[in-house]
């Protein structure tokens, strides 16, 4: 069975620091996608990345940053230079597979982050 | 990108009562949307897999005669939470799959939140 943890429960930092966002999972299968999700008090889930299993290739989108390290099964999130608005809950999620219509995503327990100005 | 929509977004009902959630994909054909729930401070959780035409999987747990879903079309999923309790009191999140290619993309609803009195 897959499974996706999120170890930190909560982190708080101050405006301008950088944020590491920490996901673990576990699949037997060795086709997969692993994704990070953003939720704002709002509720409304904020697609942000999706990643498969044969691409390790670190990513960068403006102040976000991916290190995807299949050795140990770590799909990490940076925030760099951490502002107000990117307070929010942020899931990790793992969806075995590559096609078809079995898609469905195991997400992990979700990390809520505080920037506080 | 493509747009998933649900109606209502919140909803207050009586204990007991029947209530009915729609989830629509609004510019694409959806064969496969799926149910999430998700409790205050908590992760998603799928509660059922529902394929047009056809049943609906649900996960182990969830109650099938409870949580009626109905795919009538590529475009409109509904789940209906019947003689509901106020333990159902949840925020339920909607997806649906688009196929573009080869690759399936999954868009979310932004989310119906129920609370039951």
């Given at each position: 069975?897959?499974?996706?943890?999120?170890?930190?429960?909560?982190?708080?930092?101050?405006?301008?620091?950088?944020v590491?966002?920490?996901?673990?999972?576990?699949?037997?299968?060795?086709?997969?996608?692993?994704?990070?999700?953003?939720?704002?008090?709002?509720?409304?889930?904020?697609?942000?990345?999706?990643?498969?299993?044969?691409?390790?290739?670190?990513?960068?989108?403006?102040?976000y940053?991916?290190?995807?390290?299949?050795?140990?099964?770590?799909?990490?999130?940076t925030?760099?230079?951490?502002?107000?608005?990117?307070?929010?809950?942020?899931?990790?999620?793992?969806?075995?597979?590559?096609s078809?219509?079995?898609?469905?995503?195991?997400?992990?327990?979700?990390?809520?982050?505080?920037?506080?100005? | 990108?493509?747009?998933?929509?649900?109606?209502?977004?919140?909803?207050i009902?009586?204990?007991?009562?029947?209530?009915?959630?729609?989830?629509?994909?609004?510019d694409?054909q959806?064969?496969?949307?799926?149910?999430?729930?998700?409790?205050?401070?908590?992760?998603?959780?799928?509660?059922?897999?529902?394929?047009?035409?056809?049943?609906?999987?649900?996960?182990?747990?969830?109650?099938?005669?409870?949580?009626?879903?109905?795919?009538?079309?590529?475009?409109?999923?509904?789940?209906?939470v019947?003689?509901?309790?106020?333990?159902?009191?949840?925020?339920?999140?909607?997806?649906?799959?688009?196929?573009?290619?080869?690759?399936?993309?999954q868009?979310?609803?932004?989310?119906?939140?129920?609370?039951?009195?």
């Amino acid at each position: 069975a897959q499974k996706v943890t999120q170890a930190q429960t909560e982190i708080s930092v101050v405006e301008k620091e950088d944020v590491t966002l920490d996901c673990v999972y576990e699949t037997r299968d060795t086709t997969y996608y692993l994704f990070w999700y953003k939720q704002p008090p709002s509720g409304e889930l904020v697609f942000l990345i999706r990643r498969n299993s044969f691409d390790e290739q670190n990513e960068i989108s403006g102040r976000y940053s991916w290190n995807f390290q299949k050795s140990t099964s770590s799909f990490n999130f940076t925030i760099t230079a951490s502002q107000v608005v990117d307070s929010a809950v942020y899931f990790c999620a793992l969806s075995e597979g590559f096609s078809g219509s079995n898609y469905k995503l195991t997400f992990g327990k979700g990390t809520l982050l505080t920037v506080n100005p | 990108g493509a747009v998933v929509s649900q109606h209502p977004s919140w909803v207050i009902c009586k204990s007991g009562t029947s209530v009915k959630i729609e989830c629509r994909s609004l510019d694409f054909q959806a064969t496969t949307m799926f149910w999430y729930r998700q409790f205050p401070k908590q992760s998603l959780m799928l509660m059922a897999t529902s394929n047009e035409g056809s049943k609906a999987t649900y996960e182990q747990g969830v109650e099938k005669d409870k949580f009626l879903i109905n795919h009538a079309s590529l475009t409109l999923s509904t789940l209906t939470v019947t003689s509901a309790h106020p333990e159902d009191s949840s925020f339920y999140i909607c997806s649906a799959n688009s196929r573009d290619g080869g690759a399936v993309e999954q868009y979310f609803g932004p989310g119906t939140r129920l609370t039951v009195t």
